[in-house]
């Protein structure tokens, strides 16, 4: 019994491992789509995408829960809202990485814990521990350090970071699984999307056609691109604890900055450098508070205010 839990452990850790890497490296991708612009690769993401998750679906026969969602309009409201802030999310993303920002992109997700936090007080009303404060403070004065650094708000980043904290409040929400909510969400996305293909080609602007075999080919593996870490979050998450996916969540954000400064070779001055220095300063905090408080012996339980007890540990997109 106990090798059969090291072995699914063992298994959970191989596909968490695997998910961070693949939403790591994924800045490696999204350059091969060009000529292709941001706008007609989040097209066909969202399209592609719902082909994968539906082939998936029709693969393990799980539809029960779509019966169920179309009966519940408030769950159907909030699929709908965390489509619009997704699709936000993933554009900015690709825009930016093919713009030469990965490094700023990469920022958003090291923050992105930190603005959970900040959200979880501010709407949800939880009470911070000593160490959440410090590490919220040191994430501020970060964002200070780093508007200086470039001259302008890091807005890539605090979008990225923004609009990925909503939608994991929005999916806590909803309460969906993994592949049941990406089919859900693109379902949302999938005839915007679709339109705005066939407008593109119909102004003769589309490279899917235009640009060969093998270029369509690529835009149309953006399903898979999206899907697959998907699926081995789902697979890592129940197999691992919270505590274990909230360090590993931490491997994307470090392949995608050591991307930004090895590969593309982005420019990190003195300034950049001492921001990226005080969110690794923060996450520490975050992290070995959060680490501390899932060892403490548990009390029975008393009403007391909420807290948060650990960073998100939700997917870093891509």
């Known amino acids: 019994m106990a090798g059969k839990s090291e072995g699914e452990h063992r298994i959970g850790l191989l596909n968490g491992f695997a998910a961070y890497g693949m939403w790591g490296l994924v800045p490696l991708f999204w350059p091969l789509l060009k ?8 097209a066909h993401r969202m399209v592609w995408s719902l082909a994968v998750v539906a082939v998936a679906l029709l693969f393990v026969r799980r539809w029960a829960w779509a019966g169920q969602l179309l009966r519940q309009p408030r769950r159907l409201g909030l699929i709908a809202v965390a489509a619009a802030v997704i699709t936000v999310n993933w554009g900015v993303y690709i825009w930016a990485v093919n713009a030469g920002h990965v490094v700023e992109a990469s920022l958003g997700y090291f923050i992105n814990p930190l603005v959970t936090i900040a ?3 501010l709407l949800l009303k939880e009470r911070l521990r000593p160490a959440q404060w410090a590490a919220v403070a040191v994430g501020l004065a970060a964002v200070v350090v780093l508007t200086v650094g470039y001259g302008r708000p890091p807005w890539i980043s605090l979008c990225l970071a923004f609009s990925f904290a909503t939608y994991g409040l929005v999916k806590k ?5 993994g592949v049941e909510s990406l089919a859900a969400e693109t379902a949302i996305q999938f005839l915007p999307a679709l339109g705005y293909l066939i407008w593109l080609a119909a102004q003769g602007d589309a490279t899917f056609a235009a640009e060969g075999a093998g270029h369509a080919a690529l835009l149309a593996s953006t399903g898979l691109v999206t899907a697959v870490p998907l699926v081995c979050f789902g697979a890592a998450a129940i197999r691992v604890p919270l505590s274990t996916l909230g360090l590993l969540q931490y491997l994307a954000p470090v392949f995608q900055f050591l991307l930004g400064i090895l590969y593309f070779h982005e420019a990190m001055p003195a300034e950049r450098w001492a921001g990226f220095a005080l969110v690794w300063l923060a996450l520490v905090l975050l992290t070995v508070d959060a680490l501390r408080f899932s060892r403490r012996p548990r009390r029975l339980p008393e009403p007391a205010p909420r807290t948060t007890e650990t960073p998100s540990s939700a997917p870093a997109d891509a």
């Open 119 to 121: 959200m979880g007080v």
């Open 35 to 42: 000529p292709a612009g941001a706008a007609e690769i989040l």
């Open 173 to 177: 929400k909803v309460d969906l699984g």
